[in-house]
């Protein structure tokens, strides 16, 4: 994996930096200013007041990534996104008043997932980069002690693992959510900075072919693939149906109908 360590940057942040650092087994270094004498560190994971941010170093410049559900993008989302008119309200199946379980079995910074939260589901979010993962607990702690969204992520249930192993061992869900990181056109426009900087410290999700098979096997009624407008379907596997969007769609496998409520 990338070389990473923990840091922190204030004192009253050390206890909590040594208790990340211990839990995802991370070199912790101290000090924000100690990460000077590592130069083969290419990323530190710094608490910044309480907060979990990645520095990508090479970048100084470059925002710090953390996962906030209470402010910023969630926010806004979660206020003006358009509730169950949204395309990702559709591809998951919210009508007819159906609030399904969900895995999103690809959770990056749980964007997605916390969208579906916010409008009923329960969503099981899978994350199998420790980096990420740790992240994410971080923004979920933030947010359940905000009184904004506590509700929203109580429904959110995170789990450290390999998706392509955990799903055969899930009890059944009602959809699976899927997706992967984008095989990004080598003539498109620059990536946004954020993605390109996830993609330095995840790579490329190469086996995200092998999502679809025990995806489908676990959803009782479909899987929602979202891709790109120019990616080929997920393990060249033709969906049900599909929901087209300007850069993205999203693709359907359907198993069963969903229910009316």
């Given at each position: 994996?990338t070389?990473?360590a923990?840091?922190?940057?204030?004192s009253?942040?050390?206890?909590y930096?040594?208790?990340?650092?211990s839990k995802?087994?991370f070199?912790?270094?101290?000090d924000?200013?100690a990460a000077?004498k590592?130069?083969?560190?290419?990323?530190?994971?710094?608490?910044?007041d309480q907060?979990?941010?990645l520095?990508?170093?090479?970048?100084?410049?470059?925002t710090?990534i953390?996962v906030?559900?209470?402010?910023?993008a969630?926010?806004h989302?979660r206020?003006f996104?358009?509730g169950?008119g949204q395309?990702i309200?559709k591809?998951?199946?919210?009508?007819?008043g159906f609030c399904?379980h969900?895995v999103d079995?690809?959770?990056?910074?749980?964007?997605?997932?916390?969208v579906?939260?916010s409008?009923g589901?329960?969503?099981t979010?899978?994350?199998?980069?420790?980096?990420?993962a740790?992240?994410l607990?971080?923004g979920?702690?933030?947010?359940a002690l905000s009184t904004?969204?506590?509700?929203?992520v109580?429904r959110?249930?995170?789990?450290?693992?390999?998706?392509?192993?955990e799903?055969s061992r899930l009890p059944?869900a009602?959809?699976?959510y899927?997706?992967?990181m984008?095989p990004?056109?080598?003539k498109?426009a620059?990536i946004k900075?954020?993605?390109?900087?996830?993609?330095t410290?995840?790579?490329?999700?190469?086996d995200a072919?092998?999502?679809l098979?025990?995806?489908r096997?676990?959803?009782?009624?479909r899987?929602?693939?979202k891709r790109p407008t120019y990616?080929?379907?997920?393990?060249?596997?033709k969906?049900?149906?599909?929901?087209?969007?300007k850069?993205?769609r999203?693709d359907?496998?359907?198993?069963?109908?969903?229910?009316k409520?």
């Amino acid at each position: 994996m990338t070389d990473i360590a923990v840091a922190y940057r204030h004192s009253s942040d050390a206890d909590y930096a040594k208790k990340i650092a211990s839990k995802w087994q991370f070199d912790y270094i101290g000090d924000i200013a100690a990460a000077n004498k590592h130069p083969d560190l290419d990323f530190v994971l710094q608490v910044n007041d309480q907060v979990l941010e990645l520095i990508k170093r090479d970048e100084p410049k470059l925002t710090p990534i953390k996962v906030d559900f209470v402010e910023g993008a969630s926010a806004h989302r979660r206020k003006f996104g358009g509730g169950r008119g949204q395309d990702i309200a559709k591809a998951v199946g919210l009508k007819h008043g159906f609030c399904p379980h969900v895995v999103d079995a690809t959770a990056g910074l749980g964007r997605d997932a916390f969208v579906l939260a916010s409008l009923g589901c329960q969503v099981t979010l899978i994350e199998r980069n420790p980096v990420v993962a740790a992240l994410l607990e971080d923004g979920l702690a933030r947010g359940a002690l905000s009184t904004e969204v506590a509700d929203i992520v109580e429904r959110m249930t995170l789990m450290h693992h390999s998706s392509i192993d955990e799903m055969s061992r899930l009890p059944e869900a009602d959809v699976v959510y899927l997706d992967p990181m984008y095989p990004h056109k080598e003539k498109s426009a620059q990536i946004k900075k954020e993605m390109r900087v996830f993609q330095t410290l995840v790579g490329k999700d190469d086996d995200a072919d092998q999502l679809l098979a025990p995806a489908r096997l676990l959803a009782k009624y479909r899987v929602a693939v979202k891709r790109p407008t120019y990616a080929e379907p997920l393990a060249d596997q033709k969906p049900s149906t599909v929901i087209k969007m300007k850069k993205n769609r999203f693709d359907i496998y359907v198993n069963q109908g969903i229910p009316k409520a």
